[in-house]
């Protein structure tokens, strides 16, 4: 298991965000969360990079407890986070974008001493390539499509090389076919480089062609975890989130 | 090869630089000597500033301070320590690292805005102290009998030691700000909350930037000890702390030597200009206010250009 989240608690004033949630991932799994606005998803997704700090319970990452861990010391054991709204250096180059990720990957951050403009460019072309950006390498990351900064923050994250990978709703405001790229650039990855993903998303299309697992969440509390049949038939799921038209 | 040639450019450009001032400095009266010499030093002022501002996105509201600490710590160990120039100059340098990572310590204990604040706070905290301290500082009289360097005691003589240990700093400073190191702090100012998502200690890099940026600062605040032959608590004044903010506005913080031609400007206009014409803060006000509502990158503008990322969805 790679990670575990055991009792996990959220309390925005009265209201509870997120409420003992429980989550096992296995090594390697592609899992979603779903659930309607306000389930308290990316919450859960913060209180597992304590982007927020839980209110009570704990999380482990390959046995280790890493809820009270800074940020940035969890992101270097190897959890890569996407944002639902990307979160890039929109003012640099699409290729200083990666490289920054590089340097850190390759301990070079305090180096201020080789010049910076070509330092580690073999692995940025290797990424660039991989998220099929090259040819925007000179472009500023903040003038590329909607799609394009996605595929960019999915870059930078897998610049880190994680052992695991949260995402959240990668593919909410682009089309589906560029949906259905992005997804498809992840699983691809995700295949190279051993990763087990956790992504949020809405669109059922998406979930149920990606996930090996689902995780259905209401008002804070996972409700139902199985395969994607086995969400598919589950009564309560239905009624709660996926109505009767979603299927 | 783009970067060979880019790198020979900016050695051919430092020459031309030098040539220059130094053929401005030997055929020019000795009072317009004096007023290069203070452009160097404020130049360099800037562009320590500019660590912070440009390269890193703070707001180090209080910069002067270092300044003072630099300019206090060298001068009191002189006069009062009995230290050797050369030795004061390196010992005080070593006291302004260690300020300016106590002070960077409890600054960067919250967002940019508490940042910001707390800088302010601690300009005015010390140039009170260096006003009302009398028997360490001297109080509002400074102190004066500052030495320069032997060799280099005539204005022209000051001159040309200034400018060696000011290229010296640039040389330095530009190797940082284009060496990884840089690449992060330009991150940094992008996107802090990425910085620290890709696995670094941003609050422990801030305060590496505001160590680096505030030794800089000293040195020029040493550098105008020795023009002033003394220290004196005005070198720690909210004015000159604005006035080095506005010098990177007016010049373009997002090059690197914007802040040098800013810096250049605003010394002129404050030793030339207020000679003729008494309001030349106003004059400075506007200057800024068009800078900051007309032409954002100021003078010498920048390839980067702060935009909105794109819509869809908000943050939660």
Redesign the interface.
């Known amino acids: 298991m790679i990670l575990k989240t055991v009792d996990l608690v959220k309390d925005f004033g009265s209201l509870r965000a997120v409420d003992n949630v429980n989550l096992e991932i296995e090594e390697g799994e592609v899992e979603a969360i779903i659930g309607p606005n306000g389930a308290g998803k990316s919450t859960l997704l913060d209180l597992i990079t304590n982007r927020s700090r839980p209110t009570s319970g704990h999380t482990y990452f390959r046995g280790r407890e890493i809820t009270k861990l800074r940020p940035f010391t969890i992101a270097s054991l190897g959890i890569g986070r996407c944002f639902q709204v990307s979160k890039l250096f929109s003012g640099l180059t699409v290729f200083e974008n990666v490289q920054i990720a590089c340097i850190s990957k390759g301990g070079e951050v305090f180096n201020m001493y080789s010049p910076g403009n070509n330092v580690l460019e073999k692995e940025v072309a290797k990424i660039l390539d991989s998220i099929g950006l090259n040819e925007m390498a000179d472009e500023l990351a903040g003038y590329l499509s909607y799609g394009d900064q996605r595929r960019l923050e999915i870059g930078i994250t897998l610049a880190l090389m994680p052992t695991l990978l949260l995402l959240d709703e990668p593919t909410a405001g682009v089309s589906r076919a560029e949906g259905n790229d992005l997804m498809r650039l992840v699983k691809n990855l995700a295949g190279e480089q051993a990763l087990t993903i956790v992504f949020i998303e809405h669109d059922m299309d998406i979930v149920f062609s990606y996930a090996d697992k689902i995780s259905v969440m209401n008002w804070g509390r996972v409700i139902a975890t199985g395969t994607p049949v086995e969400i598919k038939n589950n009564d309560l799921v239905q009624k709660v989130y996926l109505g009767e038209n979603a299927l | 090869m783009m970067?060979v040639l880019a790198?020979n450019k900016s050695i051919g450009f430092g020459v031309i630089t030098i040539v220059v001032l130094s053929i401005l400095a030997v055929s020019l009266p000795v009072h317009r000597v004096e007023l290069i010499t203070r452009i160097l030093i404020m130049a360099l002022f800037a562009t320590s500033i500019n660590i912070q501002l440009g390269y890193g996105g703070m707001m180090p509201l209080g910069q002067a301070m270092f300044l003072g600490i630099g300019g206090y710590s060298f001068g009191l160990l002189l006069l009062k320590g009995g230290l050797p120039l050369t030795l004061a100059f390196f010992a005080g340098l070593l006291l302004s690292a260690v300020a300016s990572g106590i002070i960077g310590f409890f600054c960067l204990r919250g967002d940019s805005m508490t940042f910001a604040l707390l800088h302010l706070a601690f300009n005015i905290l010390l140039a009170t102290l260096a006003n009302k301290w009398i028997s360490l500082t001297g109080g509002s009289q400074g102190f004066i009998g500052i030495p320069r360097p032997s060799m280099f005691s005539s204005p022209l003589g000051f001159y040309f030691f200034v400018l060696v240990v000011v290229l010296i700093c640039y040389v330095l400073i530009r190797?940082?700000v284009?060496?990884?190191?840089?690449?992060?702090t330009?991150?940094l100012?992008?996107?802090e909350?990425?910085?620290?998502?890709?696995?670094?200690?941003?609050k422990k890099?801030q305060l590496?930037i505001f160590i680096i940026s505030g030794l800089f600062t000293a040195v020029a605040g040493i550098l105008w000890t020795m023009l002033q032959r003394g220290g004196f608590p005005t070198y720690m004044s909210l004015i000159l702390s604005a006035e080095g903010l506005m010098m990177c506005l007016i010049g373009g913080m997002l090059s690197f030597l914007g802040p040098s031609l800013g810096a250049t400007i605003v010394t002129i206009m404050s030793t030339v200009t207020s000679s003729y014409f008494q309001e030349w803060q106003g004059l400075l006000g506007i200057i800024i206010i068009g800078c900051v509502l007309g032409f954002r990158g100021g003078i010498l503008g920048g390839r980067?250009?702060?935009?909105?990322?794109?819509p869809?969805?908000?943050?939660?």
């Open positions: 970067q790198r190797m940082i284009s060496s990884p190191f840089g690449k992060v330009e991150g100012r992008e996107n909350e990425r910085i620290c998502f890709l696995g670094i200690d941003n890099f590496v980067k250009i702060k935009i909105k990322l794109s869809a969805g908000s943050d939660k």
